[in-house]
T-cell receptor
């Protein structure tokens, strides 16, 4: 079974508008972490934001925020005031448990295109 | 800061040839990882090393071997390359245990197997 599901293969958003990228996850471990990464066309992986399963508040980093709904097992990325430079592939990822060196599992990604 | 360095960045192989992807990090991280990226499939974990001296299989280990040479270096070897191994390979590292702490990625290595 998929542990991370990103249901939107591609999204379009108008410049300066907000956009939400969906991510749902599946785990029975009470301790986990959720991550979002950006991959521009140049190919590098850029860390955007992190949410821990015990965090009481939704994570925010500048124009990025994470809409964390624990009961629904969703961790959607919200990008406010979209810019042309936000056009990229976005990956949601999860780390389960507290084992040393525990690994990240990634979703298939969502391609975001920002229109001018 | 170099961060995570992968070599080579591009490689073309013929079926059956062998090669090693090298990865080194200068952040004194304990854990290192090898992922492959294929269209529509995101990043899939091949092997990882939680700490120096240990390695474990990920989701797609078949056809690969790894060596954690020391704390800095983690190499990925293809003994007999197959066209199905055409992919972009990413090495990553992370400081330690627990839920916090993101992965730091290298720039990727694009491998084509003919």
């Amino acid at each position: 079974a998929q542990k991370i599901t990103q249901t939107q293969p591609g999204m379009f958003v108008q410049e300066k508008e907000a956009v939400t990228l969906d991510c749902t996850y599946d785990t029975s471990d009470p301790s986990y972490g959720l991550f979002w990464y950006k991959q521009p066309s140049s190919g590098e992986m850029i860390f955007l934001i992190y949410q821990g399963s015990y965090d009481q508040q939704n994570a925010t980093e500048g124009r990025y925020s994470l809409n964390f709904q624990k009961a629904r097992k969703s961790a959607n990325l919200v990008i406010s005031a979209s810019q042309l430079g936000d056009s990229a592939m976005y990956f949601c990822a999860m780390r389960e448990g507290l084992e040393y060196g525990n690994k990240l599992v990634f979703g298939a990604g969502t391609i975001l295109r920002v229109k001018s | 800061n170099a961060g995570v360095t992968q070599t080579p960045k591009f490689q073309v192989l013929k079926t059956g040839q062998s090669m090693t992807l090298q990865c080194a990090q200068d952040m004194n991280h304990n854990s290192m990882y090898w992922y492959r990226q294929d269209p529509g499939m995101g990043l899939r974990l091949i092997y990882y090393s939680a700490s120096e001296g240990t390695t474990d299989k990920g989701e797609v280990p078949n056809g690969y071997n790894v060596s954690r040479l020391n704390k800095r270096e983690f190499s990925l070897r293809l003994e007999s390359a197959a066209p199905s191994q055409t992919s972009v390979y990413f090495c990553a590292s992370r400081q330690g245990n627990g839920n916090t702490g993101e992965l730091f990625f290298g720039e990727g290595s694009r491998l084509t197997v003919l």
